[in-house]
Nanobody, 127 residues
Framework: QVQVVESGGGLVQAGGSLRLSCTAS????????GAWFRQAPGKEREGIGC????????VLPDSMKGRFKISRDNARNTLYLQMNSLRSEDTAIYYC????????????????????WGQGTQVTVSS
C-alpha cells in the first residue's frame, strides 16, 4: 500500500522561508514523477510544479517563479519544495502527489492526473 507523507509546514513570517519534504512508502520515489499542489481556504487545488525522474520541472504560476523550487533526492526517497520570500497569499495546505510514471503527465497541473496523495501540511504566512 502506498503512503505519501508531507512534512515541514508551519507558521512563518512574511519574507521567510520553509522547506517542505515528501516521502513515500510502498513506492520508489526515484521511479515516479512527483508534484506539489496547494489549496487555500475556499479555493481550488492549485498546481505548483512537477518534477520528473530526470528532473524536468514545470512551475506555475508566475507568482511562484523565482521563489519556489522543486527538487528530489532519490537516495532519500524524498521530494522537496523550497519556498522563499513567502507572502500571506501563500497560506494554504500543501500537498505532494506521485504520478503514474517517470515523466510528468501532460495535464501535470490537474490534480486528477495523480493517483497517490499525501494528507497535506499546513503553511501559514503571517503578515
Amino acid at each position: 500500500q502506498v503512503q505519501v507523507v508531507e512534512s515541514g509546514g508551519g507558521l512563518v513570517q512574511a519574507g521567510g522561508s520553509l522547506r517542505l519534504s515528501c516521502t513515500a512508502s510502498g513506492l520508489t520515489v526515484a521511479k515516479y514523477a512527483g508534484a506539489w499542489f496547494r489549496q487555500a481556504p475556499g479555493k481550488e487545488r492549485e498546481g505548483i510544479g512537477c518534477i520528473s525522474t530526470l528532473e524536468g520541472i514545470t512551475v506555475l504560476p508566475d507568482s511562484m517563479k523565482g521563489r519556489f523550487k522543486i527538487s528530489r533526492d532519490n537516495a532519500r526517497n524524498t521530494l522537496y519544495l523550497q519556498m522563499n520570500s513567502l507572502r500571506s497569499e501563500d497560506t494554504a495546505i500543501y500537498y505532494c502527489a506521485a504520478a503514474r510514471d517517470y515523466y510528468c503527465p501532460n495535464s501535470w497541473a490537474t490534480w486528477q492526473a495523480y493517483p497517490y496523495w499525501g494528507q497535506g501540511t499546513q503553511v501559514t504566512v503571517s503578515s
